[in-house]
T-cell receptor
Framework: EAQVTQNPRYLITVTGKKLTVTCSQN?????MSWYRQDPGLGLRQIYYSMNVEVTDKGDVPEGYKVSRKEKRNFPLILESPSPNQTSLYFCASNTGGLYNEQFFGPGTRLTVL | AQTVTQSQPEMSVQEAETVTLSCTYD???????LFWYKQPPSRQMILVIRQEAYKQQNATENRFSVNFQKAAKSFSLKISDSQLGDTAMYFCAFMTPGNTGKLIFGQGTTLQVKP
């Protein structure tokens, strides 16, 4: 089954404790993105990757890092989480080309105390 | 910069009735794509319908249809014969082709379908 998976689905942590949210897709997509969803703001892109070892900032990259060492994986790293990073996070992948349909993961609810 | 605006934070509709969700966007691009996504309580993002800007015909998917007004930069979603399972948050989104797949989302509209 074609899918994007994320782990963990829920995470409660404390300020400053480094964490990683994993994302994996099995569709051989070149493009992958991370979004955060906040009430009243919709979803906003954090980082994206166009291929292995190629990443770039989205609209809200501050406080986040990403890496793309393999095509299928695109982890999101919060090296020193802060309470303003409490949010719902989505990983997505897409095919590229003329029409880019996004496939979303199930979401990760992160709470930073 | 492109922006997407959904001016209705919450809406409600009676089961079997029709409801229209509004969306406006701003762009200087001529070729782009527009989407409506549904997010039920499970939080999963589900693609409802998409529209290519170069197509004049409004997209339709079963009970869901859009009214795409390119000159007015308007992209509303009509849900006919509303069902309880349509209760969800709905997001309007914009994408330019050849981009990295970046979607620009509106703020979302929470739709409640009442029995």
């Amino acid at each position: 089954e074609a899918q994007v998976t994320q782990n963990p689905r829920y995470l409660i942590t404390v300020t400053g404790k480094k964490l990683t949210v994993t994302c994996s897709q099995n569709m051989n997509h070149e493009y992958m993105s991370w979004y955060r969803q906040d009430p009243g703001l919709g979803l906003r892109q954090i980082y994206y990757s166009m291929n292995v070892e190629v990443t770039d900032k989205g609209d809200v990259p501050e406080g986040y890092k990403v890496s793309r060492k393999e095509k299928r994986n695109f982890p999101l790293i919060l090296e020193s989480p802060s309470p303003n990073q409490t949010s719902l996070y989505f990983c997505a992948s897409n095919t590229g080309g003329l029409y880019n349909e996004q496939f979303f993961g199930p979401g990760t609810r992160l709470t930073v105390l | 910069a492109q922006t997407v605006t959904q001016s209705q934070p919450e809406m409600s509709v009676q089961e079997a009735e029709t409801v229209t969700l509004s969306c406006t966007y701003d762009t200087s691009e001529n070729n782009y794509y527009l989407f409506w996504y549904k997010q039920p309580p499970s939080r999963q993002m589900i693609l409802v319908i998409r529209q290519e800007a170069y197509k004049q015909q409004n997209a339709t998917e079963n009970r869901f249809s859009v009214n795409f007004q390119k000159a007015a930069k308007s992209f509303s979603l009509k849900i006919s014969d509303s069902q309880l399972g349509d209760t969800a948050m709905y997001f309007c989104a914009f994408m330019t082709p050849g981009n990295t797949g970046k979607l620009i989302f509106g703020q979302g509209t929470t739709l409640q379908v009442k029995p």
